[in-house]
């Protein structure tokens, strides 16, 4: 049997390979940080996870901002084999309850401002964590369904329900990993390449954040999403290879 593909693993063989190389950029800091510094931080977000009681096969919800703590986050669930869920900072109470409901979550990772709905959380469940995050032990109401444990998912994430009624999907490592090298064949990202994300990581992360870290890219992240924001940086860029995480930029 095949050994079992961990992205987080994938990761930081990328950051074995260009220590030195900008894995991401903040502009609202600006602060920058290394493939080597950025691993270092994820371990030790992994360590503190461990510490509080996350084990492997746990699923986490991340209601975090986009950023390099998302970044981080999302990396050191995975480091301790457990399953992301993101729940995006801008959902209404009633859409983040759906998510309670629909998923089997065992604890979420947030920040002060962005807690999950209060009945779904265990007493005395809070545990500071680095950064100024928190992680909540959660009352799930729900289990996984049958075979779960041997998908080794990755993801579970609601869509938007633009179509039909929204539904938890699963994505596995296995399947990430399969997506953004199809989607490198074409996008050939490299070390020497820069992304300006303009993003929502809840939203969007696989076949784009973790295929940018997986390649050795550097990844701009924008203050805000707003014109005033954008113009004046992609006019400082160098004319280049730079690579937009949309189709349009303004």
Excluded at 147 to 175: C, M, P, Q, W, Y
Excluded at 203 to 210: C, K, R
Aim: aromatic content about 8%; some cysteine.
């Amino acid at each position: 049997m095949a050994e079992k593909i961990n992205l987080y693993d994938v990761f930081a063989e990328t950051a074995r390979r260009w220590p030195k190389r900008k894995a991401c950029i903040d502009l609202a800091t600006p602060a920058a940080l290394s493939y080597r510094e950025l691993v270092e931080r994820i371990d030790r977000a992994a360590d503190a996870l461990v510490a509080a009681g996350v084990r492997p096969g746990a699923s986490i919800g991340l209601n975090l901002r986009s950023g390099p703590e998302y970044i981080v986050w999302a990396y050191a669930a995975w480091r301790c084999r457990g399953t992301i869920v993101p729940i995006a900072v801008e959902l209404v109470a009633e859409e983040k309850q759906d998510i309670h409901r629909g998923i089997h979550l065992d604890a979420v990772i947030a920040s002060r401002r962005e807690q999950s709905p209060q009945e779904f959380l265990k007493p005395n469940g809070e545990t500071p964590l680095p950064g100024g995050a928190v992680l909540l032990a959660v009352r799930s109401p729900c289990e996984h369904p049958p075979g779960f444990a041997e998908i080794n998912a990755a993801f579970i994430r609601f869509t938007s329900g633009t179509t039909d009624s929204s539904k938890g999907v699963v994505l596995s490592h296995e399947t990430v990993f399969e997506r953004i090298h199809a989607a490198n064949d074409g996008l050939r990202i490299g070390p020497d390449d820069t992304i300006v994300w303009l993003l929502s990581m809840s939203y969007h992360f696989t076949v784009s954040i973790v295929a940018y870290l997986t390649f050795g890219g550097t990844i701009l992240l924008c203050e805000n999403h707003l014109g005033v924001t954008r113009i004046p940086l992609l006019c400082s860029l160098p004319v280049e290879r730079i690579l937009f995480s949309l189709d349009s930029v303004l």
